[in-house]
């Protein structure tokens, strides 16, 4: 155990400590939910990450995503390994630098027993859904994070009995509603919660 982990497990009860260190989770996507919810479930002491995302850095991500400017034009998966692995050491990423699409999608997470989805577009999303909805995955969405102010608050929803969803619901990404950083880390925020209080019990 390093000194990441020694720190952090004081804040857990000894159980939950070790369903949180034995449990795998799988990030469908690496932008601005990806990226920030899988820095908070490290941060947590989640070590088991499965990470897959085509794309790479650009400067029109940085205002959002967990990237830094000399990072731009490389691989989102590979530099998020190792901001991941700056925070702690000893955890063990899989990544997969590859568009997902309903052919290869159940390719991947196999593993995985809690699955966020991270994508951009309602398609993406629905894809998602229809992949891991039957399965016993314990799943949460991101919808509707876009936008300046708060008039429409982020919340959590329980949808059915493995499925949840954080955001507003309403809010795309638009001329109006920018993704802009705080709204988007506070979906992220809230997702990686939904992971911590599922897996802690």
């Known amino acids: ?9 004081l804040y857990y009860a000894p159980e939950q400590w070790q369903r949180i260190q034995q449990t795998r989770i799988g990030i469908a996507g690496a932008g601005g939910l990806g990226s920030n919810i899988a820095v908070a479930l490290v941060r947590s002491g989640f070590k088991y990450l499965e990470i897959v995302d085509f794309d790479v850095v650009e400067a029109k991500n940085l205002n959002r995503q967990f990237y830094f400017l000399d990072e731009v034009g490389r691989s989102k998966v590979e530099v998020l390994a190792e901001r991941l692995r700056s925070i702690n050491p000893d955890v063990e990423i899989v990544t997969h630098q590859t568009r997902l699409t309903p052919t290869n999608i ?9 699955l966020c989805e ?11 859904l ?8 314990f799943l949460v969405m991101g919808s509707g994070m876009a936008g300046i102010g ?13 499925l949840y969803m954080v955001g507003d619901g309403v809010t795309p990404v638009g001329p109006e509603n920018p993704p802009c950083a705080p709204r988007v880390s506070a979906c992220a925020g809230l ?3 939904v992971i911590l209080e599922h897996v802690c019990g």
């Open 106 to 114: 159940g390719c991947h997470f196999e593993s995985a027993e809690c």
């Open 1 to 9: 155990m390093n000194a990441f982990e020694a720190a952090v497990r």
């Open 191 to 193: 997702m990686a919660s």
């Open 150 to 162: 708060n008039q429409t608050p982020i919340s959590i929803r329980k949808l059915k009995g493995n």
């Open 118 to 128: 991270a994508f951009d577009g309602p398609q993406a999303k629905q894809m998602f």
């Open 130 to 137: 229809e992949a891991f909805l039957g399965s016993r995955k």
